[in-house]
């Protein structure tokens, strides 16, 4: 024969949920303490009396030797909790009395405001992105998954990065260690596909059969490099957790959510701090009228403009109109100042490559490379031109007054 439930162990079970409200700082934790507290010591009195007389019904029905069951003893413990103070301790709290009318009005709907519901939408499809892109391997476009991949994380580290004034700082390292991490994991193997991608154009118009030896040459060359590559970024990948990510970022938007609510501040000020501060970046590395094609201060400028980019895609909703010419220019700098960038990388391999084929003795391949040496050389120097030509200037004064009087206008008058 079993024996019933201790009393001892349930008043544990009680006094721990006590505890538990003792130790909490709200006012409804503290006075749900209090009843608990009381309903302990009426249950400790008439614990005893209750194992005799039952709860309800199937524990008053005794059994063949006059005892409750031990399972029928649980259910109405269980239930008389429930009843007396689970029930009890959600009612409304003593000294605030409630209305009728003001329990059936319905309430207004508090959701999250329009630039809030474009900052979710952005980080959330920029997830999707990258859970359906890391297995690039697998897709059908595997170098536009590559580029899609790196693109979706940089967009996320341009969200932490125009916001990281206003989060918290442990959440936002918690999101952006791993996203570094996802973004070099496939560069090396985007800059490569890049690289097959301008010389097969090249192949293509190839003017003569040295030249054409010698690039078939080299893209034999970059296939088994990208094919190294590509292992290594799948095995990168497989230790990114995305979960984690994920995590981290909505964490993010949860405080930026309540950092908008705040009296002292709208998103036009959050947005402008942010654009301002990426505004400020270009101006610091745009070059002179006077000095060269530096290669790394365009690629530094380059990396500038494309945060002021993205960062006006975070604040779309704020700018109105005077978003699409804003975007359109900057937009215009990085096309530029990227394909600049994949041209000065391309020219620096080819004359490595003409260098060593030269050095071997391979001089029939090596004055093919040349030639494709030069024809990127000439190129890159257009691009260069073009840019020089359109002043585009993203760190000016009157961007920032541009963007200043769309965003804060109405605040200043």
């Known amino acids: 024969m079993r024996s019933p439930v201790p009393p001892d162990r349930a008043l544990k079970a009680v006094s721990r949920l006590a505890g538990w409200g003792q130790r909490s700082s709200s006012r409804l934790s503290g006075w749900l303490a209090h009843r608990i507290a009381e309903r302990r010591d009426l249950w400790d009195r008439s614990w005893r009396a209750a194992l005799v007389y039952g709860f309800g019904r ?24 429930r009843r007396t103070i689970i029930s009890e301790a959600t009612a409304e709290p003593p ?15 508090t959701g999250p405001s329009v630039h809030l519901s474009h900052l979710t939408l952005l980080v959330e499809r920029r997830l999707m992105q990258i859970d359906q892109c890391r297995d690039f391997f697998r897709a059908q476009a595997p170098v536009e998954a590559t580029h899609d991949l790196r693109v979706a994380s940089r ?38 596909d ?7 154009r090249h192949l293509r118009d190839a003017q003569s059969e040295g030249e054409r030896a010698a690039l078939e040459h080299l893209l034999y060359r970059i296939d088994r490099r990208r094919a190294k590559e590509r292992r290594r970024a799948r095995r990168r990948l497989a230790r990114i957790r995305l979960a984690a990510i994920a995590a981290a970022l909505r964490k993010a938007l949860d ?75 900057a937009k215009r700098v ?6 600049h960038h994949d ?68 605040e200043l008058g």
Do not use: N
């Open 255 to 329: 405080q930026l959510a309540l950092r908008e609510q705040a009296p002292s501040t709208t998103f036009e000020t959050l947005a402008w701090v942010a654009l301002e501060r990426a505004i400020d970046r270009a101006a610091e590395q745009e070059p002179g009228a006077r000095e060269g094609e530096d290669f790394r201060q365009l690629h530094r400028l380059r990396i500038a403009t494309k945060r002021v980019r993205y960062t006006l895609e975070l604040v779309r909703p704020a700018l109105d109109e005077a978003y699409a010419p804003l975007h359109q220019q």
């Open 334 to 339: 990085q096309d530029l100042l990227g394909d």
């Open 194 to 200: 890049v690289h097959a991608a301008v010389l097969e």
């Open 155 to 192: 967009r996320l580290r341009a969200f932490l990065d125009a916001f990281e004034s206003f989060l918290d700082p442990a959440t936002v390292k918690q999101a952006r260690r791993p996203l570094r991490q996802l973004t070099r994991a496939v560069g090396r193997l985007r800059e490569w």
């Open 343 to 410: 041209l000065a990388m391309l020219g620096a391999l080819l004359d490595k490559y003409e260098a060593r084929l030269s050095r071997d003795g391979r001089l029939a391949l090596a004055r093919g490379l040349q030639s494709v040496a030069s024809a990127v050389r000439a190129e890159r120097q257009s691009l260069h031109g073009r840019y020089a030509a359109s002043a585009c200037g993203l760190g000016s004064s009157q961007l920032k007054r541009e963007a200043r009087t769309a965003l804060l206008g109405r």
């Open 58 to 81: 199937e524990a008053a029905a005794p059994r063949a030797s006059g005892r409750p069951s031990r399972s029928g003893v649980i259910r109405e413990v269980t239930e008389y909790v």
């Open 95 to 109: 000294g605030k009395r409630s209305d009728a009318v003001e329990d059936t009005a319905p309430r207004p709907h």
